[in-house]
Structures are given as C-alpha cells and as structure tokens.
C-alpha cells in the first residue's frame, strides 16, 4: 500500500514545482509592476502563511509514513515550520485584519521566529541518515531540551530585557538582528556537515535543507538590516527571495517523498556522535556560568538589568544540569541493558552457529541432485560446498574442491576485477546476475550465465551461493539468430534499393489477404501517398488510402478483383491487366501490368508482388492520333477529287475516297484489292 501511495505522490508531484513557480511568478510581477499597496503586502504575507502550513503538513505526513529514526526528524521539521507559520500568522493578524503597518513590539512575534529554528537544529542533531538503534524518544526529547534552553537563555539574556523590561529599540533591533542571523548561520553549518556525511538518498534531502536555510538566512538578516535602517522592506528582492526559501522549505518533505529513505539496519550505538551531542553539553555548562561570572563585573549596567541576566544565568544553569544529568543516567541505564543484550547475543550466536552447521548440510543434500551447478563460498572466499552437477562440470572430486580458495581454482586476471567484485556486493544483502566468458583448460572458452545469492548465517551474510549455467549453445544460436537477422535486414534493404530504382510501379503484399502493401518510391509518389504508408485496397479502416479509386471499364474495382489481390487468392499470375488511377481532385492516370503470388517453402502463398507502369501518355498519344485520323478521314471523304494512300513497301493501297466511285465508276474495293502499277 506505502509503494502504491509513493508512487501515487510522485505522478502528482511535478505539478508542485508549477504551483510554487506560479506563486513566486505572480509575487514577482506584483512586486515590479504595482507599488507596495495593501492588496501587495497582503498577498505577500498570505501566502507566506499558507506555504508555512503546507510545509508543515507535508512533513507532518512523512512523519506519519516513515520509520523511527526519519520520523523523529520530521516531526521536528514540522515543529519548527509550525512555529514559524505561528509567527507569520501574527504578521497576517495585524496586516490584513487589523491593517496596521507592524506588529507591536511587545508581542510574541519575535521569540516564535526567534526559536523555530531550534526545532530544525534538533531534527539535524537527531542525524537519521545513520545507522543505530539509539534514536529513542527521551534521547530525542533531551537533546531538542538541550537545544532550546540554550537558545531561550541567549534570547533572554541578551534580547528580553530591552523588548520588555527596558524596552530600547535602538538597542533591541540590531541585537536581534545579530544574534538571529548567528542562529540561522548555525542552522546552515550544521545542515553543510551533515550532508557532507550523509549519503543517497539522505544527502538530496540535506541538500535542499541546506539551500532552503542558507537562502532564508540570508534573505532574512538583509530584510533586518533593511527594516532597522528605516527602507522599504515589502515589494523588494529581499521579501522575494524570503517567499523563495519558504518555497523551497516547502519543496524538502515533498523532494524526499520521491526517495527512497528506507529503514537503515540496526548496528552498534555510534560512538563519535554520542562523544560529539555530549561535547556539546558540556560546552553549553561550561560556557553559561563564565558568561554569568562576566557580567558579575560588568561596569555602566543597571542594577535590575544586571539582577534579571544572573537570575536569568542561574536558571538556565540548573536546568541544563538537570539534563546532562539525566542523559548521563539515561546512558548508563542503556549500557547496562547493552551489555545484557550482548550476553544474550552471545548465546544467541553459538546456538545459530550449530544451526547454521546443520543447516548447510540439509542444504547439501537439497542441491546435490538438481541439474544445476551449485557452489557456496563464504566470506574469505573459500569453497564449502559443491553438487555433482559443478564437481562433473569441472572434472574434478569434491577433496579437490571443498576448503581451497577461489583465487586457487580460477584465474586470477578474471577473479580479482571480476568474480571478487560480484561476491563482496553479494556479501551486500544483493543478489547479483551476470555473464562471464570463461576460459578452462579441459573445455576451453564457454560462456556462463552467473547467479549469486546472500545466505544468512549467525552474524549476517556469511556466504555467497553460486548457481551457474552454461549457456554457450544458447549464445551460439543467439549470435546465429542475430546474423541471420542481419542478413534479411540486409536483404530487404537490397529489396528496398532495388524496388526504387524501378521507373515504374513495383508493389509488394507480403500476407495472404494483402492487408498491407508496400511499394516502391515511385508508387508512393504515383499514388501521392507519404512514403511508407499502407497501398493496399484491403487494408484495416484506419489504413486503407481513400484519395483514389481503381477503375476499369467506367466501374470501380472491388478490392477482391486487383492483381495482387486476385494472385495471392488464387496463387495464379494475373496478367496485362489495366486499370484506372481516379483520384479525389478529378484527375487519373493508367496503368498496366501484371501481378505474381509469392510462395513461402512449402509452396503456400505467403504474399504477392506486382509490376505496372504508367501508360497515360501513351494513351493520351493514341487517343491523339485517333482524333486526327478521325478528322483526317472526314476532309479526304467530303473532297471531290481522288484521294488515296499506298503503303510504300507494298505498293497496296491502303486508303481510297468515295470520289473515286464517282468519277471512275469503279468500286473502292476493287482498287484496295489489287496492287497498284
């Protein structure tokens, strides 16, 4: 259902990169065209909010459909962009229902913008493109507490008081500005190391991660700067390129729908990481109480300012005690259940080693009479079992085989870059297919068909199973098939070359019923059809060329009563037959010629060829010469003088006018009878 659904989102997918391209397009138009009214400002800020509640559903749903380790993650992306939609939801509050030109000073806006990026630096710390078991909700909870109590004490001691103890803008505005840009560039490097680290298909989503943050970071400190220097913030680059990098934010849970973050397989807690998350911790301690000791003996501060940021030190300093605390409990509670599993493990691995033993020989026995060559390797690449079909194969007796090394029985120029190579993927979790050409000594060169196959042991994959398959006959065939192939390919393009050399009309029906015919290229222009195309007369509805009728003797021919027609259904030649081309726009052309069936090896029709020529001009010659002759005959018999004709050779008179009968008083028959002197 989860791979059905995936594949449902990714077809639906490329119509979000439209939609945010829209949406940018438009803001972009509004922002160089109209001046900053309130119809621009209020679709800027709108539609900021709605892109902030779709990046926080989408991540919501990847949360819902992933596996633990990815969950935690984006359900912290989700809480970060929550919390940043919550900020932005003020901005639409105050600038479209209340209509006013800024939210107060005093409200939560700025702490809400201020810590959303704090659920994005725990997603980032929870590092789920690693492979460990570790990623437990406390751990989890503990390293994002970590994270916001540090940040809250840096927003308390350094920006509270002059927001709402001493309220100072002067102050305020470029400290925020500062420290907020300081967050957001630890958002950014965080985000650059790990996908430096990270892997496919993790490093894509990092990747974007990383360019989403890095534009808002810098769009958003120059927006800061801009609004405390007093210049127009909305309808600029700066307000575009904010709505770009919400875009983009938008773009990293549906981009990393389209991936593949499968479930990594449990392995040992990592080391560097927990070292690196604890590093952190005690730098944060360290660091809270040296800042409070500074300000013991800060000069020129007042006495309530200076009372709250020590109160404000204090604080923070127990409750990140508590939680360094609490994870050095949490991780000797887990070094204690670690141990225990490794105990249990143990015993676990020495009863899965005797059952493995047991299994490799009821395994033995299952292959040891099928057909195909069967051989298991384990990891050092050593031979521990063999069928017959292989041991046959290879001439050899299993006390030959079994407990030498495949770099003793194969050659070593086709093992190392080769075989090696397929067996360590294998060793994988993959199953691997391939064809090698191989060259023994008692068979010489034959082609194989390869198969590998994982087969798990106590620890993991510990042997590979080989099936292999001789397919030098069938390779043969192919290559035989493939020439012959190649041959008629050959054959049929001399036929081709030939059929267009030909002046005249050459048509080809290479099945019984003539459904289709080919011609040569002067049919195709002869019957003004692109070259290619179906000629025949029988063809299919949707094939059949309808810009002509073939006529004879004033009546259409049906398709039964053409040449090539007529000589594949009755297998006899179709001689001198002449037709009539009529085509749509009232033109014709005639053609003669003669049709043959084609015979396949068993003396069958398969087919029928045909040969025609154009004769238009030459009955459009005789039909000339008749008028002429006609016209010729009408002015000799209306003339009152003797007229006739001799034929030269013969000395025969071959025409005589009636005037003759009128003045000689002789027939005309009786001179065309006999020879003239």
């Known amino acids: 259902m989860t791979s059905r659904l995936n594949v449902a989102v990714a077809r639906r997918l490329p119509l979000w990169p439209a939609l945010l391209a829209g949406l940018l397009a438009i803001k972009a138009v509004l922002s160089a065209v109209l001046r900053p009214t309130f119809v621009v400002v209020a679709y800027g800020v709108a539609v900021y909010f709605l892109l902030l509640l779709l990046a926080t559903v989408f991540a919501l749903r990847n949360a819902v459909q992933r596996d633990m380790s990815s969950r935690v993650f984006w359900i912290f992306v989700a809480g970060g962009c929550g919390l940043w939609a919550f900020d932005q939801w003020l901005n639409v509050y105050y600038a479209i229902g209340l209509r006013a030109d800024a939210i107060p000073d005093n409200s939560i806006a700025d702490p809400a913008l201020f810590l959303h990026i704090v659920p994005f630096m725990a997603a980032v710390a929870m590092q789920p493109h690693l492979p460990r078991f570790d990623q437990k909700a406390s751990r989890a909870s503990l390293n994002f507490l970590l994270l916001l109590f540090f940040w809250v004490f840096l927003y308390a001691y350094v920006l509270f008081p002059y927001q709402y103890l001493f309220a100072n803008l002067t102050i305020y505005n470029p400290r925020f500005t500062a420290l907020y840009a300081v967050e957001n560039a630890a958002l950014v490097l965080a985000l650059g190391i ?236 993959k199953v691997v297919r391939y064809e090698l050409r191989y060259n023994y000594p008692h068979l010489g060169e034959r082609d194989l068909f390869i198969s590998y196959f994982p087969i798990e042991g106590p620890t993991g994959i510990d042997r590979v199973a080989c099936v292999l398959q001789d397919i030098t006959e069938r390779k043969r065939v192919e290559n035989n098939l493939r020439q012959s192939e190649l041959e008629a390919k050959a054959r049929a393009e001399e036929t081709a070359a030939i059929l267009d050399a030909v ?158 009968e009128q003045i000689t008083g002789r027939t005309v028959a009786s001179l065309l009878d006999a020879p003239l002197s």
């Not at 008749?626 to 007229?643: P, S, V, Y």
């Not at 006739?644 to 009636?658: G, H, L, S």
């Open 194 to 429: 790990a996908t430096f680290r990270a892997h496919a298909p993790w490093r894509s989503v990092y990747l974007h991660f990383f360019g989403a943050s890095a534009l808002y970071g810098v769009s958003s400190t120059l927006a800061n700067i801009a609004i405390d220097s007093g210049w127009q913030y909305n309808g600029t680059v700066l307000s575009f390129a904010q709505m770009a990098a919400v875009c983009w934010f938008v773009w990293v849970p549906l981009r990393a729908r389209r991936l593949p973050l499968a479930e990594v397989t449990p392995t040992e807690p990592d080391a560097d990481h927990a070292e690196f998350t604890s590093l952190i911790a005690r730098m944060a301690v360290i660091a809270i109480p040296l800042i409070g000791i500074w300000e013991l003996f800060r000069t020129g501060e007042s006495p309530g300012m200076r009372t709250f940021r020590l109160l404000v030190v204090l604080a923070t300093i127990m409750l990140l005690v508590m939680i360094v605390l609490l994870r050095e409990y949490l991780a000797r509670r887990d070094l204690v259940h670690d141990s225990r599993v490794n105990r249990l493990q143990r015993k676990l691995s020495q009863a899965a080693l005797v059952e493995s033993e047991d299994r490799l020989r009821e395994y033995e026995k299952a292959v040891e009479g099928v057909e195909e060559m069967i051989v298991v390797v384990d990891r050092n690449y050593r031979y521990v079992l063999a069928n017959r079909a292989f041991l046959k194969y290879r001439n050899m007796e299993r006390e030959q085989l079994i407990g030498r090394l495949a770099t003793e029985m194969l050659d070593p120029g086709v093992f190392e870059p080769v075989v090696k190579t397929k067996v360590d993927e294998c060793l994988q979790g």
């Open 503 to 660: 002046p005249g009309l050459a048509l080809i029906a290479r099945d019984h019923a003539c459904h289709t015919i080919t011609g040569s290229r002067a049919a195709y222009e002869l019957l003004r059809l692109p070259y290619g195309a179906n000629l025949s007369k029988s063809a299919p509805d949707d094939e059949r060329p309808s810009n002509f009728r073939v006529m004879k003797d004033g009546r259409e021919l049906s398709p039964g009563d053409l040449p090539l027609q007529k000589a594949a259904a009755t297998g006899r030649e179709v001689r001198d037959s002449e037709m009539t081309l009529m085509f749509d726009d009232g033109t014709s052309r005639q053609i003669f010629g003669n049709a043959v069936p084609l015979l396949d090896q068993h003396g069958e029709v398969r087919g029928a060829v045909g040969g025609f020529v154009d004769i238009t001009e030459r009955k459009r010659a005789e039909e000339a010469l008749r008028e002429r002759e006609e016209k010729f005959h009408q002015m000799a018999d209306n003339i009152q003088e003797i007229f006739w004709m001799v034929d030269a050779t013969t000395k025969q008179a071959i025409y005589v006018n009636p005037a003759f």
